[in-house]
């Protein structure tokens, strides 16, 4: 049974910094594509970035420039270095992964992520 594992939310201040990780558990093969998801109350969950293999990678707009994503294949783990956070940001923070490019995605459990004075 594979699960991920995820880990650095917390609560910062507006311009504050967080580094989430995340962690598979009962596998040791390498993600096709790894990536973090949020969902702010009332509203969709959103794909916020995301990397691959080839360690290609994209971005929300909303967060291009400020969250920086990466990939240790070694460990099996991909974090979300966020930078310059806001009150937007707020959320609960998902992360997916998904062992080859047929195959359905694998979700940890979220991690929230609160950006308040």
């Known amino acids: 049974q594979v699960q991920l594992v995820e880990s650095g939310g917390g609560l910062v201040q507006p311009g504050g910094s967080l580094r989430l990780s995340c962690a598979p558990s009962?596998?040791?093969?390498?993600?096709?594509?790894m990536g973090w998801y949020r969902q702010a109350p009332g509203k969709q969950r959103e794909l916020v970035s995301a990397i691959y293999s080839s360690e290609t990678t994209s971005y929300a707009d909303s967060v291009k420039g400020r969250f920086t994503i990466s990939r240790d294949n070694a460990k099996n783990t991909v974090y979300l270095q966020m930078n310059n956070l806001k009150p937007e940001d707020t959320a609960v923070y998902y992360c997916?992964?998904?062992?080859?490019?047929?195959?359905?995605?694998?979700w940890g459990q979220g991690t929230q992520v609160t950006v308040s004075e």
């Open positions: 997916n992964a998904k062992p080859n490019i047929f195959s359905g995605a694998y």
């Open positions: 009962g596998t040791s093969f390498t993600f096709y594509v």
